[in-house]
């Protein structure tokens, strides 16, 4: 009949809304959580600093200059308790983003929900709890593979059990891209590390065979969407096609709704350019469509990166920006009105089907070599990852990938945004780091030292045993024990594990017009120096974002320069004690945590106390002007940031500096 009112489909709900943060200390990280979650965000990211996530207390000689930059610190429960307060973890849905530590964090959190009253089986939310991809992107790794894959299977045991509502291991897939993973190395690395903990908790026994399919359900996984948004949405399809065969081929789950790919997104930060950083928003948008476009590969969680995060760390109001863009599409769109917009699309199936063709066909080489941990003890997969993003690197240098107001389209007026008294950004209070130690010794001296001592000789006997160690960190964690101690009493049964770089070995063919140039140039100096000139790129701290490195150290060696690079987490005095043993000509710091000025700090005096003040030292980093410029003063010969992306310019004005400063030979 005509004028009859055609019923409307239902609309399908929202994603989780998150934005991954936390800074400076519990209490001001929690300020803002309750702001965001006011604004409208229905779900927690939590953000921890390099200390927390690798087991340091903030008083480690390693922690400094670290409290607080990238995420809050955690050291003890008063702090974790102090981050949840007045927010009711029986109703909260918190993701935690941490990895290493991952088992002491849950403990914590489930020891603050056990002090609010709130029963473990409540509990909803996920950990990160993916080691395997730290030692190829991340780095936040502290202990060897083997025992650290026999820790995420201790948490996904205990927590399928005692927290059944709880994501026990987000394999994530997000800093494999931001490390230069193509679309099929990003399926193929994150479905074989998932192939690998799954492997792992089965011959470990201590889940029941007719359980399994329950683990294979609580599985997630959390991944990276790029601006070839077709190609994201297509790789988001692959995968959730590929973990259906996967979980019913390999691991004979029936039950559709367990081999379901659940994962969460956070968009891109990579392409964030510091060059004309209003562009990030428009850049933001079209990543996040990847992941939202496709009903049957919708993500269930969406954290959204701020536009000005390739500035330094991003203002509540930055955050809100990112939040209201996630709001206005769920909201304000038709978006979440019609079923899936591509079935049918034979472009889109046929890019799928490639995808996950080449897809397997890595995940068969990886099989073949005895899974992810033989991979990354070959170094394998480090070493494709290394090449892919060189690759990346050049295309960006040479033009043929446009990347708007850094290597095209450069001309711009200056942005407003930017353009106040913060620089567009939030900078972490200096005092944060002393204040969290202030705290840190009051705990330790309010608490019952005894039952520190006999909560820690039970972790340590657990894991001696191999026993399941959730339960002995979560008596840790009432009895007052802080992450260093519970980092350090595995440390004593596990060791510690320094990855295989990846350079070394890693090959890329790609022509550079003027490589040959730079090649000449660093020829001559070295003929003129007596020996070849020789390059340290350390990273001090605990920094593992060890991307920008790894480029430094394989354009310098494909330059003709000697190179020296040991990989993460060097103390300032290893990074000089190697300066001075391998005679090297310029050191070269890559630090991306915001810790650049004490670390950097400390180098310099090292360096002047042992009568090397003359080599010059280069520094690279998401690095603010007014910190640019104390670095210069206190003798650093040049300051790169994003914006610096031509290496050849780069290494070109290191021999430039060599040159100036030792002409006569070495």
Not at 103 to 120: D, F, H, N, S, T
Request: aromatic letters at 6%.
């Amino acid at each position: 009949m005509s004028g009859e009112k055609r019923e409307q489909p239902p609309r399908d709900l929202p994603w989780l809304f998150r934005t991954y943060s936390g800074h400076s200390s519990a209490a001001a990280s929690n300020r803002l959580y309750r702001t965001n979650l006011a604004r409208g965000q229905t779900g927690l990211s939590i953000a921890f600093d390099l200390p927390t996530q690798t087991g340091y207390d903030a008083d480690h000689a390693l922690a400094k200059g670290e409290v607080g930059k990238v995420g809050v610190p955690v050291s003890h429960l008063g702090d974790m308790l102090t981050l949840f307060d007045g927010l009711p973890l029986g109703e909260m849905n918190t993701s935690m983003t941490i990895n290493a530590t991952a088992p002491w964090l849950l403990a914590l959190y489930i020891a603050a929900a056990e002090k609010q009253g709130v029963p473990r089986a409540k509990l909803q939310g996920t950990v990160q709890n993916d080691i395997i991809k730290e030692y190829l992107s991340r780095g936040t790794y502290i202990f060897p593979p083997k025992p650290s894959l026999k820790l995420i299977t201790d948490v996904i045991s205990f927590a399928y059990r005692e927290v059944p509502k709880w994501n026990p291991t987000n394999v994530c897939s997000y800093h494999l891209q931001e490390a230069g993973a193509t679309p099929v190395q990003e399926l193929a690395y994150a479905l074989a590390t998932a192939v690998c903990v799954l492997d792992g908790v089965k011959q470990s026994g201590q889940v029941p065979a007719a359980d399994l399919p329950q683990v294979v359900g609580r599985i997630s996984f959390f991944v990276n969407a790029g601006l070839k948004f077709i190609t994201e949405m297509c790789k988001m399809r692959a995968f959730a096609e590929l973990w259906d065969e996967i979980a019913r081929e390999r691991y004979g789950v029936e039950d559709p709704k367990l081999r379901r790919f659940r994962y969460g997104v956070q968009v891109n930060s990579l392409g964030l350019t510091e060059q004309q950083p209003e562009n990030n928003v428009y850049r933001i948008l079209l990543e996040m469509l990847a992941v939202t476009l496709s009903k049957n590969a919708r993500a269930r969680a969406v954290q959204l990166p701020a536009w000005n995060e390739a500035l330094g760390l991003p203002r509540p109001w930055d955050q809100q920006w990112s939040l209201r863009l996630q709001q206005i599409v769920a909201f304000e769109t038709d978006l979440l009105e019609f079923d899936d917009i591509f079935d049918g699309s034979s472009a889109i199936a046929e890019k799928v089907e490639a995808l996950k063709r080449d897809a397997r066909e890595e995940l068969a080489r990886i099989d073949a070599m005895g899974g992810a941990v033989a991979a990354i003890d070959s170094s394998y997969m480090k070493q494709r990852l290394v090449e892919s993003n060189a690759r990346r690197l050049a295309a960006i240098e040479n033009g043929s990938q446009t990347v708007v107001g850094v290597n095209k389209f450069t001309e711009s007026a200056p942005s407003p945004l930017t353009a106040g008294s913060d620089g567009g950004f939030m900078k972490v209070d200096e005092a944060a780091e002393s204040e969290q130690i202030a705290r840190l010794k009051a705990w330790r001296e309010a608490r019952d030292a005894a039952a520190v001592a006999a909560a820690l000789q039970r972790l340590e006997g657990d894991a001696r045993s191999g026993a399941n160690i959730m339960e002995a960190s979560i008596a840790c964690a009432h009895a007052g024990v802080t992450t260093g101690e519970w980092g350090a009493a595995l440390r004593k049964v596990f060791g510690e594990y320094r990855a295989p770089t990846g350079v070394a070995r890693a090959s890329v063919e790609i022509a550079r017009s003027d490589i040959s140039k730079v090649r000449g140039r660093v020829d001559a100096v070295s003929k003129r120096l007596g020996r070849r000139i020789k390059i340290l790129v350390g990273k001090p701290g605990l920094d593992g974002h060890s991307n920008g490195a790894e480029q430094i150290a394989v354009r310098a060696r494909d330059a003709g320069m000697e190179v020296v690079y040991e990989g993460i987490r060097l103390t300032p005095a290893e990074i000089v004690n190697a300066a001075l043993e391998e005679g090297v000509h310029v050191i070269g710091l890559s630090i991306l945590s915001g810790s650049h000025v004490a670390l950097v700090d400390d180098v310099m005096a090292r360096l002047k106390r042992l009568g090397l003040a003359d080599i010059p030292v280069v520094v690279g980093g998401i690095i603010p002007p007014e910190d640019a410029e104390r670095l210069r003063a206190a003798g650093v010969a040049r300051v790169y940031t994003p914006k610096d992306y031509d290496l050849n310019t780069i290494m070109g004005e290191i021999v430039d500096l060599i040159e100036a400063r030792r002409p006569a030979a070495a």
